[in-house]
């Protein structure tokens, strides 16, 4: 007696067996590195609850860049970290502002190298809120014509693809608004549709200085709890104009992802946020986990639920493997 089941089991105790019938790989083609831009010259500052990433300043970044593309890694997502901040963020949309310089030495040393620009104001307001805030309340309408503007001064530095990350209504039909009026029309947005209000973006805010001064994001970040909500936010962007869709965090939502790629036929990305990574490298730093096995099913279980681009702290690092 032998059961099929069996048989291919055992089968794939042979490596090259195992090969054959895998369902799903990883690529370094699909990954995507974030990146911290501060002021300054000659830094590379660690950001401590994110071991082995880094703030750069601008020209350590177009260095960082170049090692990126050489290992194999098409795309960065580039958040910019002012040193001034204020109620309006102006930094933003300013011409010579962190992310705009930013954008343009990558351009200029590591040109094959995609860069993504994060859209928000979060980074920029002295409050830390994703918008303009009155009262301690995020105003969505005002808010619209800042990030319109963010947007397209990130066009302008060079940026090849805009991703809003605010979660404010209506901001996709006004960034492609203020993008197609300027001569960007083929400029594509990436956006963070179904962002939920999570927990695992502690890090990051450590890293960028945005923490909320006030209140949290919950008024504008989704409710963990809401799958359905999550595909009608997906559904409205794309209406807006939106090219590519992006789920984040990517552990926690998985089946958010899966849903949604049942549901749509645009690229679609999953964000391997800041806490997801930092959770990862401290347990295997503890020797509680065996790190690189870990990440790499993390990774392949956010390909197999149905990501196109995986955005992960671990990207150069896994590219690095990968070759
Ligand atoms: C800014 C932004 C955040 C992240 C990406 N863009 C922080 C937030 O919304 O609080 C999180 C990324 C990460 O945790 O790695 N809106
Ligand atoms: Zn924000």
Not at 212 to 224: E, K, L
Not at 238 to 249: I, T
Not at 284 to 303: C, F, M, N, T
């Amino acid at each position: 007696m032998s059961f099929p089941v069996t048989r291919l089991r055992r089968l794939r105790r042979s490596g090259a067996m195992r090969g054959l019938v895998r369902e799903t790989a990883l690529r370094r083609e699909e990954l995507v590195q974030p990146l911290f831009a501060v002021e300054g010259a000659g830094i590379r500052e660690p950001i401590a609850a994110m071991p082995g990433q880094f703030r750069f300043s601008v020209d350590r970044l177009a260095e960082e860049c170049k090692e990126i593309a050489d290992c194999g890694v098409p795309a960065v997502l580039l958040f910019g970290v002012p040193n001034h901040k204020d109620a309006r963020g102006s930094g933003a949309d300013a011409a010579d502002g962190i992310a705009q310089r930013a954008h343009a030495a990558i351009k200029k040393h590591a040109p094959n190298l995609l860069a993504i620009a994060d859209v928000c104001l979060c980074e920029y307001t002295d409050h830390g809120h994703c918008g303009l805030v009155e009262n301690e309340r995020v105003l969505n309408d005002e808010t619209l014509p800042r990030l319109a503007s963010a947007a397209l001064s990130l066009a302008r530095a060079g940026a090849d693809i805009i991703a809003p990350s605010d979660m404010m209504d209506g901001r996709v039909g006004a960034i492609r608004a203020g993008l197609d009026g300027h001569g960007f029309a083929e400029t594509p947005i990436l956006s963070y549709a179904a962002k939920f209000a999570s927990a695992w973006f502690g890090p990051f805010r450590e890293a960028a200085g945005s923490a909320p001064a006030f209140g949290d994001r919950r008024s504008y970040q989704m409710d963990p709890p809401n799958r359905r909500e999550a595909l009608r936010e997906m559904r409205l962007d794309l209406e807006e104009g939106a090219d590519m869709l992006m789920v984040k965090p990517a552990l926690a939502y998985l089946d958010v992802l899966a849903e949604a790629r049942r549901s749509f036929d645009v690229p679609l990305a999953a964000y391997q946020v800041s806490g997801e990574y930092a959770m990862l490298r401290a347990a295997a730093a503890q020797g509680w986990l065996d790190g690189e096995r870990a990440v790499w099913e993390s990774l392949i279980g956010i390909k197999r639920a149905g990501a196109d681009l995986i955005i992960s702290y671990f990207a150069k690092e896994w590219a690095q493997k990968l070759r």
